[in-house]
């Protein structure tokens, strides 16, 4: 999708086990955003960043860390994995400050 | 805090006809207003996005309704068809600090009978 990809696409972990999930965009794109998507709550916003080594949290970034090293690249990473962070996860990227998001496809993870 | 309300959770529409999905917001600081579909398996993509200078913004069969006063607004989508099938997320955000990041509303299943 406008050259932006998801690594994996799926994964099953084991709680208390490590997790990083992989952003990849070729647009160039100054802005990375990682969003959570659960049945009933809709996209929640767990972190984001506004350029290399510049990130902010979200809503719902407890248990979750990020890391922007690259333009190109925007790492999600759960430190402990809980049943609760079972979801799935879609970073977007965006142009702009004023404009809209281009997604990914996103990760389906499932913690056990 | 849910900051922005979305309704109904689901809808069911007859080919050809008027499907509405409504949304309210809280922060009178929102001064964009995005609607996105998302089909199964993908993620979401953008539809159509309003501001909040204009009551009304309209691109082929999809129509933004926007009223400020409410802090409401709405998409309507005309002559519905099974294609039109999906989850439809609206969506609204604000610079806060120098930073922008949307918050999106909980999703409006919608179903397009042939």
């Known amino acids: 999708d406008a050259g932006i990809t998801q690594s994996p696409r799926h994964k099953v972990t084991e709680t208390g086990t490590p997790v990083t999930l992989r952003c990849h965009q070729t647009?160039?794109?100054?802005?990375m955003y990682w969003y959570r998507q659960d049945p009933g709550h809709g996209l929640r916003l767990i972190h984001y960043?506004?350029?290399?080594?510049?990130?902010d949290k979200g809503e719902v970034s407890d248990g979750y860390s990020v890391s922007r090293s690259k333009t190109e690249d925007f790492l999600l990473t759960l430190e402990s994995a809980t049943s609760s962070q079972t979801s799935v996860y879609f970073c977007?990227?965006?142009?702009?400050?004023?404009?809209?998001?281009?997604f990914g496809s996103g990760t389906r993870l499932t913690v056990v | 805090q849910q900051q922005v309300k979305q309704s109904p959770q689901s809808l069911i529409v007859q080919k050809g006809g008027i499907s509405i999905i409504n949304c309210a917001y809280e922060?009178?600081?929102?001064?964009?207003f995005p609607w996105y579909q998302q089909f199964p398996g993908k993620g979401p993509a953008l539809l159509i996005a309003i501001r909040p200078d204009v009551s009304e913004k309209k691109e082929g069969r999809f129509t933004i309704s926007f009223n400020k006063s409410a802090k409401q607004f709405s998409l309507h989508i005309m002559d519905s068809q099974p294609g039109d099938s999906a989850t439809y997320f609206c969506?609204?955000?604000?610079?806060?600090?120098?930073?922008?990041?949307?918050?999106f509303g909980s999703g409006t299943r919608l179903q397009v009978q042939p």
């Open positions: 977007a990227i965006s142009e702009s400050i004023q404009g809209g998001y281009t």
């Open positions: 647009e160039n794109h100054r802005y």
């Open positions: 969506a609204a955000s604000r610079v806060d600090t120098g930073r922008r990041a949307l918050t």
């Open positions: 922060n009178t600081a929102f001064d964009y």
């Open positions: 960043s506004y350029g290399v080594k510049d990130t």
